[in-house]
């Protein structure tokens, strides 16, 4: 058991390839960890079905597993389909303070042609607006700051 | 090949190939925030291609490789098919002849799409279901972004509003075809595995009618609808399309990097 839970602590403190500072834990993407007979299946949830990062994401679990002594069975899982509302209260913080402004709760699956008031991560004033729909990552849009006049990256809600 | 392949596929392909047209238009767009757009709506769209693809490998029938029998791949399907196999609807194989003709395909199309992923989260078929609940979301932002686009455009310049105006008719021959469904389709619908078509035009049609109001932009005249794609009976420039997309894997096989 105790083996069981340092590896699944291990798998979560893997760094996610695009975001610095934020972990694989952090960002909810890993469903499970379970050992059986020295392998080690790890389930994981993409976050976008596109997103390049999932590949480097499986390749870090895997030389994490091994180097715990276990056989690597990494898995994606498409259901439940990933949300933002499943990135932790420390995920937030980190994406904060890397300068991302961290998801509003996700409404339900629907159109919504509003965008949503951002607060600036940097010096927190609501007056901001978007710039673009999408940033660097597929996870992302950009935003301005009124206030502090910097740009800034805001994490979609999803 | 069994209904489920087809219909697989036929998805698939919608949306490999229209990643494949949006991929041309990146580093021509008129700000580079739009290539980046433009990219990451390609990159979901591959995203969805590659689950349904690697789907329809477990669906189709294993052949004999070098070791031994084993599913074909997603590249499988995305290379090593002739164009007559490939059976997206003619709409997003439409070269994007001018940025308002790009937002006007993509609009017409992720219009659709919403309401058929919609209709796909309760498929009795749990693979498509799940692959449903998560493009529903990629799809609902998708359409945010070209719903703005067809606004900002129709109910911008007189310039802009006569080349949003145009593109929209251009395309509209295309749009029929999304909405039909042949014996293929109909036998899953009635098990619940497909979405039936009918049922998505009704949301098509108040989004596209509502969101052309909204541009200042004519909903264009009921005419004769183009069809083919499903059968394999493509327009003229998809062959360039198809061997664009295929050549690096052509003239490489197996190649990795």
Redesign the interface.
């Known amino acids: 058991m105790a083996v069981a839970e340092s590896l699944d602590e291990l798998v979560r403190d893997i760094e996610d390839p695009e975001l610095p500072h934020v972990t694989i834990g952090d960002l909810g993407i890993v469903r499970s960890v379970t050992i059986e007979a020295g392998t080690a299946t790890v389930l994981l949830t993409?976050t976008?079905?596109?997103?390049?990062a999932t590949e480097q994401i499986r390749d870090d679990v895997e030389v994490a597993v091994r180097s715990a002594g276990f056989e690597p069975d990494v898995r994606l899982v498409?259901?439940?389909?990933?949300?933002t509302d499943w990135i932790t209260e420390r995920g937030h913080e980190r994406l904060r303070s890397a300068g991302i402004a961290p998801p509003p709760p996700a409404s339900e699956?629907?159109?919504?042609?509003v965008d949503p008031p951002v607060a600036c991560p940097r010096c927190n004033s609501r007056r901001t607006r978007l710039?673009?729909?999408?940033?660097?990552t597929?996870c992302k849009a950009?935003y301005v700051c009124n206030a502090c006049s910097e740009p800034f990256e805001f994490f979609?809600a999803? | 090949m069994p209904p489920l392949l087809t219909y697989t596929l036929r998805q698939g392909d919608r949306a490999l190939v229209l990643a494949q047209r949006l991929l041309e238009t990146i580093t021509h767009a008129p700000e580079i925030?739009?290539d980046?757009?433009l990219s990451?709506l390609a990159?979901?769209?591959?995203?969805?291609a590659?689950?349904l693809y690697t789907y329809a490998g477990e669906i189709d029938e294993p052949f004999e490789g070098p070791d031994g029998t084993t599913n074909h791949d997603e590249d499988h399907y995305a290379y090593w098919r002739e164009q007559h196999e490939f059976c997206n609807p003619l709409l997003v194989e439409q070269p994007g002849e001018g940025f308002a003709q790009v937002i006007a395909r993509q609009f017409l199309h992720d219009a659709y799409a919403?309401p058929y992923w919609?209709a796909m989260t309760s498929s009795t078929d749990?693979?498509l279901?799940?692959?449903a609940?998560?493009?529903?979301?990629?799809t609902?932002?998708h359409?945010?972004?070209g719903?703005?686009w067809v606004v900002r455009l129709g109910d911008g310049t007189s310039e802009s509003h006569d080349r949003m105006q145009s593109a929209v008719d251009h395309l509209w021959r295309f749009t029929g075809e999304l909405f039909e469904h042949d014996e293929v389709e109909d036998q899953l619908i009635v098990v619940g595995i497909a979405a039936d078509p009918t049922e998505i035009q009704a949301t098509w049609l108040a989004?596209v009618t509502d969101t052309l109001h909204e541009a200042t932009l004519a909903l264009p005249d009921d005419g004769v609808m183009q069809t083919g794609g499903r059968s394999g009976r493509h327009t003229e420039s998809f062959s360039r399309l198809i061997g664009e997309l295929q050549v690096l894997a052509r003239a490489h096989p197996g190649a990795s990097w």
Request: aromatic content about 8%.
């Open positions: 993409p976008y079905t596109g997103c390049p498409m259901s439940p389909a990933w949300t699956p629907g159109v919504t042609f710039i673009s729909h999408f940033g660097g597929a950009t979609k999803l | 925030e739009e980046m757009a990451n990159l979901d769209l591959i995203g969805q590659r689950a919403l919609q749990t693979t279901a799940a692959l609940a998560k493009s529903v979301k990629e609902a932002y359409l945010r972004h719903r703005s989004t």
